[in-house]
């Protein structure tokens, strides 16, 4: 029976504020208090290090062992009922982490990891994956080393957190491939057509290309690409060139039309109004925020 209250944490309670929006919570066996239901503003992706116990989320509960992958995003209620559950949290915020996406969106996995805001998936109490023993070792070296990079603040520390994040996800979304049925795996030619769309996302691109890229009709494309990679091309087009403009905002001085130029739209008013929808911010405004 789930608790009377929630717990409601924040990641600033675990990474200090104007750091990169990564960390590692390791909990040692009976730490992690029993039925401690709560929330966060955060995703997470949980390894079970050793023991078992029952996850409960959202009103759901399901079996979870050692080798076990969870994934919980913000707002999710979820908790254990366990003796001696042992595990270790990677806590981010995707929205702030300036995670590449490439052609992450091909791989099943990625679309759970790192959701759609259409999608509505917020996690799911059964786990996304299990580990085999060699394979939880390898993962939870990775883990550790982004932990010691976090703590001693090298040169370079952020950079190396997030190449160790990115490889986790990598080894995970490609394990996790191995286990899906055939037909779920995306063909070789969406991968051509997400490949194309990374590297010419500058120029003009319609359906109608992307199809011929893909040797399909444009209907049944578009219903494969969404199918697929969980969003129409358009809109994964659309995250490619407000991604690329979130950078050049960060990390140039070019004005604003400009970048909108640079990143593919042919409009400065519909870039800013397109960089709103899916930002929650004015290009200005996440410049200045973000710096």
């Not at 990891?113 to 070296?141: A, C, M, R, T, W």
């Not at 290309?209 to 494309?221: E, V």
């Amino acid at each position: 029976m789930m608790m009377d209250y929630t717990l409601h944490y924040r990641l600033k309670q675990f990474i200090p504020t104007r750091t990169m929006p990564l960390g590692i919570i390791h909990m040692p066996s009976g730490k992690e208090a029993r039925k401690k239901f709560h929330n966060h503003n955060y995703s997470e992706i949980v390894l079970i290090l050793g023991g078992s116990g029952i996850h409960f989320f959202n009103g759901k509960q399901y079996p979870i062992k050692a080798g076990d992958i969870l994934i919980v995003h913000p707002e999710a209620v979820h908790g254990y009922d366990h003796q001696d559950l042992e595990l270790v949290n990677i806590i981010f915020d995707a929205r702030q982490l300036m995670l590449p996406i490439l052609d992450g969106t091909s791989m099943p996995l990625f679309r759970k990891i790192f959701p759609d805001k259409q999608s509505g998936f917020h996690g799911q109490p059964e786990p996304v994956l299990s580990l085999q023993p060699e394979e939880q070792s390898n993962i939870y070296g990775i883990i550790q080393r982004i932990a010691d990079e976090l703590k001693i603040c090298r040169s370079g520390c952020n950079l190396f957190s997030m190449a160790l994040f990115i490889e986790i996800i990598i080894i995970l979304c490609r394990l996790h491939q191995k286990n899906v049925q055939p037909q779920d795996s995306p063909p070789q030619r969406i991968g051509e057509t997400i490949e194309y769309m990374n590297t010419h996302y500058q120029q003009p691109i319609s359906t109608v290309q992307l199809a011929k890229i893909a040797c399909r009709s444009r209907r049944n494309f578009f219903l494969h690409f969404k199918n697929t990679v969980g969003c129409t091309p358009i809109q994964y087009l659309i995250r490619i060139r407000v991604s690329r403009a979130m950078e050049l905002l960060l990390y140039t001085e070019m004005p604003v039309s400009d970048i909108a130029a640079r990143c593919g739209f042919s409009d400065s008013n519909y870039f800013c109004k397109t960089f709103r929808a899916q930002t929650g911010f004015s290009p200005l405004q996440y410049r200045q925020r973000k710096r």
